[in-house]
């Protein structure tokens, strides 16, 4: 996985918990 597809999908997931 690339890294910034790894922020991406950790911002994301970040965001559906807030």
């Known amino acids: 996985m690339r890294e ?3 922020k991406s999908i ?3 997931f ?3 918990i807030t």
């Open 4 to 6: 910034y597809e790894c």
């Open 10 to 12: 950790l911002s994301r």
């Open 14 to 16: 970040t965001a559906n």
